[in-house]
């Protein structure tokens, strides 16, 4: 744990096999992140922009696309689970994440199939397998967790994803003891509301905060067996706002932040470790009060950007396999 007595984690939201065999190995020695995730666009940055993976994929000549893409993920996820081995051999998470195809994602049946498959090929016990948060999702997640598979609920908006998504792990909790996340992404919301909220002379780079920071205490307050929230979306964009923005204000007790390895820098260098959360219920009504006031729609917000982060790895999916075609 980065922060042990507050049980605070760090997580590189970043997967790329040169990293892997370098930068991610002092990461880890020096105490700064004890996990990672991935998703199809970052999958996707590192199979077609770095060299590490042409050797293998000469290998792979006689695969289809989808075939030569799991084969390249599934080493990454090996190799990054063996280098996490021993954090998770002592109790300190050493998770690593991978997404199931996302064009699965109204797809229960399909989902929880390829999450077993997954986890069975990948054949590490420090492997969380990542479904969006969707009505098919809820589903699988409670499948997999149920058969003793750590899972890592993402693409999440709203408290009601966020219930559901704890309902679904709590339900599980009676037939098997897994450790599971429910990954809520931040910065997103800010980027599509700020500008608006500039012209209003409301606080921007706030709404994204204060979500996830009700979400959280939701999530606490539902006290599920070895359930944690996980923020995602946490870079930053542009120079508004300092780097570790996102880390900084988002500090809490039991929980993980998983970031670009550049706002991980930036929060070690010169991060605010001072716990944020939990924030009471009056001080996010207000502020959501504010945004409402100055004509935004949240229900309609949140959405819109579950639809395109959805569509953000379809996309990102499908131009990988075009290019292993």
Known sequence: MYLAEARFA????????????????????????N?????????????????AYKEQLSTLQALSPK????????????KAADILRPLYDSGDDGYVSIEVDPFLCDDADGT?????????TINRPNVMIKVPATDAGYSAMEALASAGIAVNATLIFSVEQAVK??????????????????????SRIDRAIDEVLRTKGV????????????????????????????FASTGVKGDEFRASYYIDE???PNSVNTAPIATIDAFVKGGDTVLKLPVGSAIIEDHQTNVANAGIDMGMIIDQQIREGLEAFK??????????E
């Not at 929880?112 to 069975?120: D, K, N, Q």
């Not at 706030?206 to 929230?229: S, W």
């Open 10 to 33: 760090l997580w590189a939201d970043f997967i790329e096999r040169t990293f892997l065999d370098e930068e991610f190995k002092e990461l880890i020695s020096k105490g700064i992140i």
């Open 112 to 120: 929880i199939a390829e999450g077993l498959r997954l986890h069975a």
């Open 250 to 252: 988002l500090l809490a």
């Open 315 to 324: 996309v990102a999916f499908s131009e990988i396999l075009s290019e292993l």
């Open 165 to 186: 998504c704890a309902s679904a792990f709590e339900r599980a909790s009676h037939k098997a003891s897994v450790d599971t996340v429910i990954s809520v992404f931040v």
């Open 203 to 230: 606080e921007t780079g706030k709404m994204g905060i204060l979500n996830a920071a009700d979400i959280y205490n939701r999530v606490e307050a539902l006290n599920v067996p070895k359930c944690r929230v996980l």
């Open 67 to 78: 075939e030569k893409y799991e084969a390249l993920a599934v080493y990454d996820i090996q």
């Open 35 to 51: 996990g990672a995730t991935s998703n199809p666009a970052i999958f996707k940055n590192a199979i077609l922009t770095s060299s």
